[in-house]
């Protein structure tokens, strides 16, 4: 266990700073101060895995120095919470975690990663401690911005055999019921119709000899 | 001069890949998919004029392993070279990319920086003309 934390806080802090230094072009440390405001406009950003381990890693970041980040990332200077800055966060913690997968994969050491869901809001805090669940917590500067990165976690004995069928994310899962695609089709329905359009203008090319 | 498909679900890594290419100087006009099956219904109207396709792993509909996997049946498209762009950089998710599209060219696991990506694609769209 104690093996595990510490591969894992190395690799976490390795990560985030090299996901900064590569995409932001800013320079991250950690910090000692307590970040997390509870009244304070903020962003929550959160990527969940399963596998050997399971739990999720989630980002903090008040929305002032969440535009800043996002801002290096594009190279523009952005000054309201869009699409975008939400967006921007949720791909840095997908590329922390990507980070950390790599740092730690290895044939008794597999995860597969989930898409992330970004929430804005007011007075919120990440408490998912249950008993077998370990939680990491850093405080970051990048710049004049500020953020925490918070990695719950708890450790399978073995790891699920076979492919994954389990739902990574809930919203992923309920999506996946409801055939959310916006046309009311299912994301399979979605799927095959797009492959057959494609074999169709391919059919249809007039250099492959195809009728048109 | 041929087209760069950029499949990935965040717009802001579209938006970032398309900096890096421009910054580059590279004169390609882009297509974009936030998914496997937005690719490939941008595919069914262009694929003679795309000459690469940079491709996220982790989306939602259609994955980008669906995906490459999908094209690789389509004998015209699957000559198109495919580059993943992507979080899975694990040695295991790069063979299971190989093997699911022969024409994967490139792989560059996320975070990457503009050198990267531009030193992977340079070659490819020199051949692609």
């Given at each position: 266990m104690d093996d595990i934390n510490a591969t894992l806080q190395t690799a976490l802090n390795d990560s985030v700073k090299e996901a900064f230094s590569m995409t932001l072009s800013m320079d991250a440390q950690t910090i000692e101060a307590e970040l997390m405001p509870h009244v304070q406009e903020a962003i929550i950003s959160s990527i969940g895995f399963t596998g050997k381990l399971e739990g999720n890693l989630s980002i903090c970041v008040l929305n002032a120095d969440a535009c800043a980040m996002v801002s290096n990332m594009l190279g523009m200077e952005i000054t309201e919470v869009t699409s975008d800055v939400c967006d921007g966060i949720g791909e840095i913690v997908n590329m922390v975690l990507g980070g950390v997968k790599m740092k730690i994969s290895g044939p008794e050491m597999k995860i597969e990663i989930g898409i992330p869901t970004t929430i804005l809001g007011n007075n919120m805090q990440v408490l998912s401690k249950k008993d077998k669940t370990f939680q990491l917590k850093y405080n970051f500067s990048a710049g004049t911005a500020k953020f925490t990165f918070i990695l719950n976690y708890k450790i399978h004995e073995q790891a699920p055999e076979g492919?994954?069928?389990?739902?990574?994310n809930a919203l992923e899962k309920l999506s996946s019921l409801m055939g959310q695609?916006?046309?009311?089709?299912t994301a399979c329905d979605a799927k095959q119709n797009a492959l057959d359009a494609l074999n169709k203008a391919v059919q249809q090319d007039p250099s492959k000899g195809g009728r048109p | 001069m041929k087209k760069i498909l950029v499949v990935d679900d965040s717009g802001v890594q579209r938006k970032m890949i398309i900096q890096i290419i421009r910054k580059a100087e590279f004169q390609n006009d882009i297509l974009e998919a936030a998914d496997g099956a937005l690719a490939i219904e941008v595919l069914a109207g262009n694929f003679q004029d795309v000459g690469i396709v940079l491709c996220d792993w982790n989306?939602?509909?259609?994955s980008g392993l669906e995906f490459i996997a999908a094209i690789a049946k389509v004998p015209p498209v699957a000559a198109i070279p495919v580059v993943m762009v992507t979080t899975e950089g694990t040695e295991e998710k790069m063979a299971e990319a190989r093997a699911a599209n022969p024409n994967l060219v490139g792989y560059i696991a996320k975070p990457f920086t503009p050198e990267q990506l531009r030193d992977t694609i340079k070659p490819i769209l020199a051949k692609a003309g």
């Open positions: 492919p994954q069928q389990k739902s990574i695609n916006g046309s009311g089709q | 989306m939602p509909n259609m």
